[in-house]
T-cell receptor, first 116, second 109 residues
Framework: AAGVIQSPRHLIKEKRETATLKCYPIPRHDTVYWYQQGPGQDPQFLISFYEKMQSDKGSIPDRFSAQQFSDYHSELNMSSLELGDSALYFC???????????????FGAGSRLTVL | RKEVEQDPGPFNVPEGATVAFNCTYSNSASQSFFWYRQDCRKEPKLLMSVYSSGNEDGRFTAQLNRASQYISLLIRDSKLSDSATYLCVVNPWGFKTIFGAGTRLFVKA
């Protein structure tokens, strides 16, 4: 079965550079989420999109922006990178049409960003 | 107070042991509850949803206590492969999903 696809899997950037992460949700999933997980930390919610509109916003820095495109894929853009941005970035998707009504998230394998 | 709180552990148990994790949540109107499992440097994966009536999946049993606002996960007959971080996840409303900090489990031979 198709899963959530994230690219790139690994990314190394210098301070003050920009980075873009991509996420392709499971087909027919209408909601995409972005999470940041630092070393030894729990996943921190950044932002979500439902049907290409921002649905919720968490602890996303102003230097970061994201959007969901017409094909439902999403991109997380990070500018003026800082050392503290080094983390695993997970994308997850879900369907609002789950028969159980539960909001079950399926995660991608993550993109590991290292800022030097 | 965090919206979802878990005992971070670590829990160190021998193979075959029974271990239980608890998780408390602050929003009494929360709708859905889950346990996810996360292996080191991997993505979280759904272990099981938690229903009001309690549910069981093999060696795993999940319980929900709405009155006390906690959920639990019981693992029986622990295996080495159960070593992982177990994340309590709560869906307070709509698209909002809150993760607990995770409970680390080490199962030793």
């Amino acid at each position: 079965a198709a899963g959530v696809i994230q690219s790139p899997r690994h990314l190394i950037k210098e301070k003050r550079e920009t980075a873009t992460l991509k996420c392709y949700p499971i087909p027919r999933h209408d909601t995409v989420y972005w999470y940041q997980q630092g070393p030894g930390q729990d996943p921190q919610f950044l932002i979500s999109f439902y049907e290409k509109m921002q649905s919720d916003k968490g602890s996303i820095p102003d230097r970061f922006s994201a959007q969901q495109f017409s094909d439902y894929h999403s991109e997380l853009n990070m500018s003026s990178l800082e050392l503290g941005d080094s983390a695993l970035y997970f994308c997850a998707s879900s369907s609002s049409r789950e028969s159980s009504g539960a909001n079950v998230l399926t995660f991608g394998a993550g993109s590991r960003l290292t800022v030097l | 107070r965090k919206e979802v709180e878990q005992d971070p552990g670590p829990f160190n148990v021998p193979e075959g042991a029974t271990v239980a994790f608890n998780c408390t949540y602050s929003n009494s109107a929360s709708q859905s509850f889950f346990w996810y499992r996360q292996d080191c440097r991997k993505e979280p994966k759904l272990l099981m949803s938690v229903y009001s009536s309690g549910n069981e999946d093999g060696r795993f049993t999940a319980q929900l206590n709405r009155a006390s606002q906690y959920i639990s996960l019981l693992i029986r007959d622990s295996k080495l492969s159960d070593s992982a971080t177990y994340l309590c996840v709560v869906n307070p409303w709509g698209f909002k999903t809150i993760f607990g900090a995770g409970t680390r489990l080490f199962v030793k031979a």
